[in-house]
């Protein structure tokens, strides 16, 4: 299973950004995919996940209303649409797939098996 994740750069506040994770070797219809951040000194985070049966999916409270996550099986791809974006959202944005099919599990980095390489998102004027 390999992921790619893509689509960081440097955006202003309030600006918007499209990111991508590309899976192979693994449909998305058998996998859920999360998105996490690291921010510069601080510990990795849950952002957002869609489960891989019926695109359930969970938002962290401090993206809820900005962040849409959404996936195309044909393409087997998970988009994370990022709006109204603040510098608080600047970090090493990864894309990880789990096996789990319970949403409360896929909120933890733990449910995790395979993780992409990480895309940096900067949020500034």
């Known amino acids: 299973v390999q992921l790619q994740a893509s689509g960081g750069g440097l955006v202003q506040p309030g600006g918007s950004l499209t990111l991508s994770c590309a899976a192979s070797?693994?449909?998305?219809?058998?996998?859920?995919i999360g998105w996490f951040r690291q921010a510069p000194g601080r510990e990795r985070e849950g952002v957002s996940c869609?489960?891989?049966?019926?695109?359930?999916?969970y938002y962290a409270d401090s993206v809820k209303g900005r962040f849409t996550i959404s996936k195309d099986n044909r393409k087997n791809t998970v988009d994370l649409q990022v709006n109204s974006m603040k510098p608080e959202d600047t970090a090493v944005y990864y894309c990880?797939?789990?096996?789990?099919?319970?949403?409360?599990?896929?909120?933890?980095?733990?449910?995790?098996?395979?993780w992409g390489q990480g895309t940096q998102v900067t949020v500034s004027s």
């Open positions: 070797g693994v449909s998305l219809r058998y996998v859920a």
């Open positions: 990880a797939a789990s096996s789990s099919v319970i949403l409360s599990n896929l909120q933890s980095q733990a449910a995790y098996a395979y």
């Open positions: 869609i489960s891989a049966s019926d695109g359930t999916t």
